[in-house]
């Protein structure tokens, strides 16, 4: 599986952003989709993920309300919906997929390369 993210950029507090990650290869095998994010200086961390099916989404407490993550099955896109941003939201943005519960739950199957995502004051 391959996984190319974009739509990273420059913006500023309070505007929005959308992330796209395309996947290309053995998506069949696809059991979930994440988005992950490393803050220099810090530790890759969680965001947000979403089954298969779409039916079920989870999200850091630091993004509920603010971050949506949904996905396109025509695309093979996964989107990631960036409202109300903040400058602690400064990251590398990261897709990744997942073949089997345990990796969606753990340790990601596939990475894709990272998007910028840097939010002024």
């Known amino acids: 599986v391959q996984l190319q993210a974009s739509g990273g950029g420059l913006v500023q507090a309070g505007d929005s952003l959308r992330l796209s990650c395309a996947a290309s290869?053995?998506?069949?095998?696809?059991?979930?989709m994440g988005w992950f994010r490393q803050a220099p200086g810090k530790e890759r961390e969680f965001v947000a993920r979403?089954?298969?099916?779409?039916?079920?989404?989870s999200y850091a407490e630091s993004v509920k309300g603010r971050f949506t993550i949904s996905r396109d099955d025509a695309k093979n896109t996964v989107y990631l919906q960036m409202n109300s941003l903040k400058p602690e939201d400064t990251a590398v943005y990261y897709c990744?997929?997942?073949?089997?519960?345990?990796?969606?739950?753990?340790?990601?199957?596939?990475w894709g390369q990272g998007t910028l995502v840097t939010v002024s004051s």
């Open positions: 990744a997929s997942a073949t089997t519960i345990r990796s969606y739950y753990g340790e990601f199957d596939y």
């Open positions: 979403i089954t298969r099916s779409g039916l079920s989404t």
């Open positions: 290869g053995r998506t069949s095998s696809t059991y979930g």
